[in-house]
Nanobody, 125 residues
């Protein structure tokens, strides 16, 4: 059974940083395009960043220049480094695996077939 387990969420003041991690099985890590999503109360789930099997990344406009998605090959981990956090970044953050090798921030949410349980990020002003 494929499992994705997020960690690293928490509370931080505006301007601060957090680093999210997602542990994946070796097969999923090497075979699937991966992404981070977030969902705030009352809002739809939205894509934040993706990284495909060639290492190409895409980002939502709202996080470009502040967030960085990367893969830790030694640990089969997907990470999201979040800097210059804003109150608008407050949400539950999820990592997800796409059904294919390639994806982008514009890929349909339902093309991501496996999801973690989420980790809460709260940014106060």
């Amino acid at each position: 059974q494929v499992q994705l387990v997020e960690s690293g969420g928490g509370s931080v003041q505006a301007g601060g940083s957090l680093r999210l991690s997602c542990a994946l099985s070796a097969y999923t890590y090497s075979s699937n395009c991966l992404g981070w999503f977030r969902q705030a109360p009352g809002n739809e789930r939205e894509g934040v960043a993706t990284i495909d099997n060639d290492g190409r990344t895409t980002y939502a406009e709202s996080v470009k220049g502040r967030f960085t998605i990367s893969k830790d090959n030694a640990k089969n981990n997907l990470t999201l480094q979040m800097n210059s956090l804003k109150p608008g970044d407050t949400a539950m953050y999820y990592c997800a695996a796409n059904g294919g090798y390639y994806c982008s921030i514009y890929s349909a949410v339902d093309s991501f077939i496996t999801w973690g349980q989420g980790t809460q990020v709260t940014v106060s002003s």
